[in-house]
């Protein structure tokens, strides 16, 4: 009997396993269609409108800094990797130099200022000679009335002989003196009028010399300013090639500002991928430096032509055997003003970009 429900238990078994596979088996063949439709319909709905692309990298507006005049790097305020901000000042160059010319061209300002308060006050004594030249003239006119009158009545008094011949002749004499003392009055008046128009002249020397020695001043000024280096923008300092007691010529670079805020990304984009991008799109960007985290952004502009076009020797293939190659075109995606600041993310990191085609963006 024991073996009798031995033998009947194991044909139940086996006539049970086949039953519990082909019950597993089409679990999995559900299991395996639901999750084909659900990427499917993922797919459909979403995934096709993404295009995506891993050939990106970040960007930013590098600054240069560089120096405006020359000189000996007198400090160096500023360590490399160091945050910055806009008007901090990063280098003083040696500026004993540029101070002594501003010296000089203030001299040169004062002594042209000095000149012209003398050419006025110099103005002002010629005036005061021409107002007394043109008294003194219209007191020898009076005298020169006075004396023709006397003559006229000496001729008619002498006639008569009423008065004496030498009386009519001091007479002559008196009025011939008076009319040669009023041409002496009027000689000396046009001299004085002539000295005036000469001084106005040099006055107008003397206002360009000002000018000139105002903008010698201004410049020695600058010169001076630019001695001292700062910082243009808010950022990050990198780079740093000066060094203290190094000589800087004027446009040698010195260091480099990295911008603290308003990254963007290059991503270049295979040709097939563009029928539907347009500027104003949403973008998604991913980071190897962070990979838990999502960025964001829009897409800013297409570029021109592809990459290979902006490339020193672009690509012929008018000769030769050709091979087709799919082109790519630069995309620049602005990152959102949160994301698209100097942390883990910097410029020159290679992301992964991903841009949603189903917005219709702007034209």
Not at 28 to 47: D, F, K, P, R, T
Not at 71 to 78: K, P, T
Not at 119 to 135: G, M, P
Request: charged share 20%; net charge positive; hydrophobic share 45%.
């Amino acid at each position: 009997m024991p073996s009798m429900n031995t033998s009947m238990s194991a044909e139940g078994a086996v006539a049970r396993n086949p039953k519990k596979r082909r019950g597993w088996a089409l679990a999995a063949a559900v299991a395996g269609a639901a999750i084909l439709a659900g990427y499917g319909y993922y797919w459909w709905s979403q995934s096709r409108f993404v295009q995506t692309t891993d050939d990106a990298y970040v960007g930013g507006d590098i600054t240069t800094i560089s120096a405006k005049v020359a000189g000996y790097v007198a400090s160096v305020e500023v360590t490399d990797n160091q945050a910055v901000h806009a008007g901090d000042l990063l280098l003083q160059l040696d500026d004993r130099d540029y101070r002594a010319a501003l010296a000089k061209a203030e001299g040169e300002l004062a002594a042209q200022q000095a000149a012209l308060v003398n050419l006025a006050s110099t103005r002002s004594l010629k005036e005061a000679l021409i107002d007394q030249a043109r008294a003194v003239i219209a007191g020898y006119d009076a005298q020169t009335e006075r004396t023709r009158h006397d003559l006229e009545r000496y001729k008619k008094l002498q006639v008569t002989d009423a008065v004496s011949l030498q009386s009519l002749q001091k007479a002559d004499a008196d009025y011939r003196q008076a009319t040669a003392d009023g041409l002496q009055a009027r000689a000396a008046l046009l001299a004085a009028q002539r000295q005036l128009a000469v001084t106005d002249s040099e006055k107008g020397q003397i206002l360009a010399a000002l000018d000139q020695a105002i903008a010698g001043r201004d410049l020695a000024k600058l010169n001076v300013e630019y001695s001292q280096i700062r910082s243009p923008i808010n950022g990050v300092v990198g780079n740093r090639r000066a060094r203290l007691g190094a000589w800087a010529g004027a446009g040698s670079q010195l260091l480099v500002i990295i911008p603290a805020r308003g990254l963007w990304v290059d991503a270049n984009f295979k040709e097939d991928q563009l029928a539907a991008m347009r500027p104003g799109q949403r973008a998604t960007v991913r980071a190897d430096i962070q990979p838990g985290r999502l960025f964001h952004g829009t897409v800013a502009s297409l570029a021109p032509a592809t990459g290979a076009q902006f490339s020193v020797l672009p690509t012929e293939n008018a000769t030769g055997n050709f091979t087709k190659i799919v082109q790519r075109v630069p995309v620049r995606i602005n990152l959102d003003s949160d994301d698209g600041t100097l942390g883990l993310l910097r410029p020159g990191l290679s992301v992964t970009a991903a841009i949603d085609s189903r917005e219709a963006g702007r034209p």
